[in-house]
């Protein structure tokens, strides 16, 4: 009883020291989804469906950097409203795209792995990248990635980028203009995103695959058996293979991608012409 007491002490403690902010576009003045706020070169927050997120009071009149895909790069000082504005986009001429869907091929295997990851709640990682090569150079587009997925709940989210590889081959361009976000159900199960609707092309240098957790109150997981408030992990847990070398997966680190040689995310990427 004394333990129950002294935690609920520490989580009213801590919601007393949090301020709720609002993200909303500069120009529709409408909130805006699963913005991405940096803080010292790590992801510190993302905002929910409605634009909103926490954050320490003690940060009000710190700099942050704002990423959210459709809107530019921003560093503001917090307040409890923050607006962002849209990029200009280019508008190309508009292609008729007249798919087939004869040909199929799988690259990868969406299988349950050595092990699962999440974020944990100090980390600096929460973006990792599978890469997968076009080793035909044939015309063809990406119709659905699969992975190994575990939730103990039905309101967890992921977001899914498409990059461009480098000359160096690591993560590039972002080629998805929109965010793809990601519901899995309850439970571990073979998680499918279909990509079919945005037609994005599968380049000749290869492409990565990117997961990432947003960092949302509802991804979170409070560990059992401890006092400490930030025992936590944000979940889903994503299927990985140990490796002794780097294979095929990048994380997101200090504002740069690095090779992963620890694990491989277990991952398949499904092409259709």
Not at 26 to 34: A, C, E, G, N, R
Not at 126 to 139: G, R, T
Request: hydrophobic share 35%; proline share 3%; net charge positive.
């Amino acid at each position: 009883m004394t333990r129950l007491f002294y935690l609920l002490f520490l989580i009213s403690q801590y919601m007393q020291s949090q301020a709720k902010i609002v993200v909303r576009d500069k120009v529709t003045f409408q909130p805006i989804s699963y913005v991405n706020i940096w803080k010292d070169k790590t992801l510190y927050k993302t905002s929910d469906s409605i634009g909103v997120f926490d954050v320490d009071k003690k940060d009000f009149g710190t700099f942050f950097k704002i990423t959210c895909i459709g809107y530019n790069d921003t560093i503001v000082k917090m307040s409890q409203v923050i607006s962002l504005q849209p990029s200009a986009i280019t508008l190309d001429e508009v292609i008729i795209v007249n798919r087939k869907f004869d040909k199929k091929q799988k690259l990868g295997k969406a299988n349950r792995g050595d092990t699962s990851y999440g974020v944990q709640w100090d980390s600096k990682t929460a973006m990792v990248a599978k890469f997968f090569p076009n080793e035909k150079k044939e015309i063809s587009y990406l119709s659905k990635v699969r992975f190994s997925v575990y939730t103990s709940a039905k309101n967890r989210k992921l977001c899914i980028l498409i990059y461009t590889v480098d000359k160096n081959g690591m993560p590039n361009e972002l080629i998805n203009n929109e965010n793809i976000i990601f519901n899995p159900k309850k439970g571990t199960h073979i998680a499918e995103i279909d990509l079919n609707k945005w037609n994005f092309k599968f380049p000749k240098e290869g492409v990565f695959v990117v997961i990432q957790h947003p960092l949302l109150e509802q991804n979170k997981v409070y560990a059992e058996k401890t006092t400490n408030p930030n025992a936590f992990i944000y979940e889903p847990l994503i299927s990985v293979d140990y490796t002794e070398e780097y294979k095929d997966t990048w994380c997101f680190k200090e504002d740069k991608w690095d090779k992963n040689e620890r694990y491989s995310v277990n991952m398949e990427l499904q092409l259709t012409d």
